[in-house]
Nanobody, 126 residues
């Protein structure tokens, strides 16, 4: 499966951005989709995931209430709506796909994902 992410950029603190990730090469609706991020000098970390079929959502504590993940199976696209952005949200964001049906704890595990997008930069200025 190939993943193409878009929508990053520079935004002021308190602003919003929406990331998109288009998938191809596999039945999109059968995949769990996730977003991860890596800030400078830090390990890549889980941000959010959305399950296949019933679209159950999971969030890291640091973004819960501010970010919303969604998917449009007809467009093979997963979205990450990011509101109330903070400087600590500055990172390279990656979308990822898993052929497994992941429950809450496993959806945060990078090793469960078998395809990754190219990474896009999100910079939040304070």
């Amino acid at each position: 499966v190939q993943l193409q992410a878009s929508g990053g950029g520079l935004v002021q603190a308190g602003g919003s951005l929406r990331l998109s990730c288009v998938a191809s090469g596999r039945t999109f609706s059968s995949d769990t989709m996730g977003w991860f991020r890596q800030a400078p000098g830090k390990e890549r970390e889980f941000v959010s995931a959305i399950s296949r079929y019933v679209s159950r959502t999971f969030y890291a504590g640091s973004v819960k209430g501010r970010f919303t993940i969604s998917r449009d199976n007809a467009k093979n696209t997963v979205y990450l709506q990011m509101n109330e952005l903070k400087s600590e949200d500055t990172a390279v964001y990656y979308c990822a796909a898993s052929r497994f049906s992941l429950i809450t704890s496993s959806s945060t595990d990078e090793s469960q994902y078998d395809a990754w997008g190219q990474g896009i930069q999100v910079t939040v200025s304070s």
